[in-house]
């Protein structure tokens, strides 16, 4: 098992893999690597949708439909 790099978001995985609680600069790290995916992700959606409107309404619409149906089967 190699040491765990405290304080990064590989740090927290490794913490998840060995099964050890995970410390509070990992949990950090991973919290901001999150958050910052999500933005560049959100950024490049707002971009897709802009540059192909049609197609993003298509895909936006089925993705709907879908996830509408997986909702009536929870309920």
């Known amino acids: 098992m190699n040491p765990i790099n405290h304080g990064t978001n590989a740090g927290y995985h ?3 893999r060995y099964g050890v609680p ?3 600069e990992c949990k ?3 919290n901001e690597y999150d958050k910052l995916y ?3 992700s959100s950024r490049a959606l707002r971009r897709l949708r802009d540059l192909h409107p049609d197609e993003y309404k298509r895909a936006f619409f089925e993705e709907l439909t879908i996830a509408r149906e997986e909702l ?3 309920l």
Request: overall charge positive; some cysteine; charged content about 20%.
């Open 28 to 30: 950090a790290a991973s």
């Open 72 to 74: 009536g089967r929870q």
């Open 38 to 40: 999500g933005r560049a």
């Open 22 to 24: 995970t410390c509070a």
């Open 14 to 16: 490794q913490h998840r």
